[in-house]
């Protein structure tokens, strides 16, 4: 090679592997009798080439492999000989796994070879606006955020992909910003597919008069038909020109024609991925008005088609997608390839699935349409608002996400590590509380040298081993309420602990009775808490306003684990999803406030829904709390 075709090469060896093979090929040859690629000492042309193959990935991995024998020797000696050239990307590597130590803690790979990353990074997160945010987002979005803005020095981008009016609504989308917002996820530009339905319909134009389309008005059955048996439509090999006729008048005005038809790309009849079979890229639309563009346009771009237009003319240059797509990816590039865009690199990852759970849009929309649920912030639904609601905190969300990785293993999950890893964010800073149903409260006496003959409130602290939580008012009092559980294991004369007070011996009970209405306890202050088997919760009934409560919990909407395609969904929807219990609950719980996460001693944790006052004028005032699940059961 000669010194004018050494030179360019430190620009064109960041490319990806398929792009740089001739020229690694070239540079073996050059070296076959050469220590350097210029001179007798290592010089610029040297230094230029080998750091820009060390920036590459691809490029190491294939060199370090030793079938290029003469490239292979020639960059190994300048790394065992040359450390003075290596300290930038030295320093490079180091913050590089600095940062996929931070996001690989939990074990999940983040060490993407993430082609042309040096040139810049720029991801998309590329939800549809036809429903509320699901937890499979959250990860597309989350990873998508990481690449961007941690892995790497680049861009998010945000676009709402609005290319279906009948499913679509501004509600959808206002919540989609405002989820992703709470997730601590800030794109650098919003946009939407919308913006560029001008853009699109000039590419599908364009494909047309390339030969790369055609309209076709075979009905929809016939052509779902022949498009898995492989057979071609009667309307592929129509005119270049009644095509354009079709697309650009009939279909762009709704006529009667132009709603019989479709666009299809001319891509394959037969290939074995079906999604290669000239898939439809427009179809009309005149039914429901754009929720942006109104009635401009009577038809609308499919994601397959404005998918890789809009990314590649947006400046997307890595496109992340779960593995539901992998199918579709050829398509992708093809599109790409024919109309000669910039190209966009894809990673595919697992999306996350849960037993007993379906992230079906549609399954879920039929949930809150027919009622089975209360909207889509329901506890019991796999939206982000659904499990904030339940109790899950957004910094427990975004974590266990991340420690999943962009790996593309699919997998089923249990609830039980995704409510354990919330447990870990909430058991050190949720304020201890105490419930009693009211069902079940048993009365009690309390009597003895220790017991108050008039109530007394003392300061104790809301956390046992957190003070930074604060403090509350307790009451003692001669009368006490406390669980008819409790009650039924007692002993007449057996010697308990009432939990933060002291221990006290059960008088006069009758455990005999089917239900115990009351009994006596003789207080012992001086007994030793360690020695006794019964820890148990209670509440002064006297000198405090015990606030009202209901205590909630969920349980899974479906009961089979894992609905396969053909399983109807109604006939697996769990018939009772949900359990209440009213309750009294101590004094201080009456500054409860809507979102505040706490534990009820002996219970478990919940998440207040509401409380005393986020009621209307006139309303019963009462806390309304979810309970949190923990892992335990991996329960939903």
Not at 464 to 491: H, R, W, Y
Request: aromatic share 10%.
């Amino acid at each position: 090679m000669k010194l004018d075709e050494l030179k360019p090469l430190e620009a064109l060896l960041t490319a990806d592997f398929r792009q740089i093979e001739p020229r690694l090929q070239a540079l073996d040859k050059h070296l076959i009798l050469r220590t350097y690629l210029d001179g007798y000492t290592l010089g610029d042309i040297d230094t230029k080439i080998w750091l820009a193959l060390r920036g590459n990935r691809a490029a190491v991995s294939f060199i370090k492999r030793g079938s290029l024998a003469n490239l292979a020797r020639w960059f190994n000696y300048i790394e065992e000989n040359h450390p003075e050239i290596q300290a930038e990307i030295k320093a490079k590597d180091a913050a590089a796994k600095a940062k996929v130590a931070a996001a690989s803690k939990a074990g999940a790979s983040y060490a993407l070879a993430l082609q042309n990353a040096d040139q810049g990074v720029v991801t998309r997160f590329l939800p549809e606006p036809s429903g509320y945010l699901h937890i499979g987002h959250a990860k597309a979005a989350l990873l998508s955020d990481y690449f961007a803005h941690q892995a790497y020095k680049g861009q998010l981008r945000l676009r709402l992909d609005d290319t279906n009016p009948s499913k679509e609504k501004q509600e959808y989308q206002d919540a989609i910003i405002e989820d992703l917002a709470l997730m601590g996820i800030k794109p650098d530009t919003v946009t939407y597919t919308s913006d560029y339905f001008d853009y699109l319909y000039d590419m599908c134009v364009r494909m047309i008069k390339e030969g790369h389309a055609y309209a076709d008005d075979t009905d929809q059955d016939t052509m779902r038909d022949q498009r898995w048996k492989g057979i071609a439509s009667a309307r592929r090999d129509r005119s270049i020109e009644e095509n354009l006729r079709i697309f650009t008048e009939e279909m762009k005005n709704g006529t009667e024609e132009g709603l019989k038809n479709c666009i299809r790309a001319k891509l394959s009849v037969d290939n074995p991925n079906k999604a290669l079979r000239d898939p439809v890229i427009y179809r009309c639309n005149i039914e429901t008005p754009h929720h942006r563009t109104g009635t401009k346009w009577k038809m609308y771009p499919m994601y397959d088609f404005a998918c890789p237009v809009v990314d590649s003319h947006e400046g997307v240059t890595h496109a992340l997608r779960s593995t539901e797509y992998t199918d579709r990816n050829p398509q992708y590039q093809w599109f790409i390839d024919t109309l000669k865009l910039r190209q966009v690199y894809m990673w595919d990852f697992a999306r996350m699935n849960f037993i007993r759970t379906f992230l079906s849009k549609r399954k879920l929309a039929k949930l809150v349409d027919t009622g089975k649920v209360w909207g889509w912030d329901d506890p019991r639904m796999p939206t982000i608002r659904g499990v904030r609601r339940r109790g899950m905190t957004i910094p427990a969300l975004r974590d266990f996400i991340l420690k999943q990785g962009p790996s593309r293993n699919v997998v089923t999950m249990d609830w039980t590590n995704f409510w354990a890893s919330n447990k870990k964010e909430i058991d050190p800073i949720a304020p201890r509380h105490t419930a009693i149903t009211k069902k079940d409260a048993v009365k009690v006496i309390v009597k003895g040298a220790d017991a108050p003959a008039e109530p007394i409130k003392q300061e104790k602290p809301k956390h046992p081993k957190n003070k930074e939580v604060g403090t509350k008012q307790v009451t003692f009092a001669n009368e006490l309420i406390m669980d008819q559980a409790d009650a039924k294991s007692f002993k007449d004369g057996e010697e308990i602990t009432i939990m933060g007070w002291g221990n006290g011996f059960v008088r006069n009970i009758d455990t005999s009775a089917e239900v115990i209405p009351t009994f006596e306890i003789d207080l012992n202050l001086a007994g030793d808490v360690k020695s006794t088997e019964k820890k148990v919760t209670w509440l002064a009934s006297k000198g405090q306003t015990l606030v009202p409560a209901e205590l909630w919990d969920f349980d899974y909407l479906i009961t089979k684990d894992v609905l396969q395609e053909e399983d109807n969904m109604e006939d697996f929807l769990n018939p009772v999803t949900e359990t209440m219990e009213e309750a009294w609950c101590d004094e201080a719980a009456a500054s409860l406030k809507k979102d505040d996460i706490i534990q009820l001693e002996r219970r478990g944790y919940y998440r207040v829904d509401k409380g005393l006052n986020d009621w209307k004028e006139g309303e019963e005032k009462k806390l309304v709390l979810f309970c949190i699940p923990t892992g335990k059961t991996g329960s939903k």
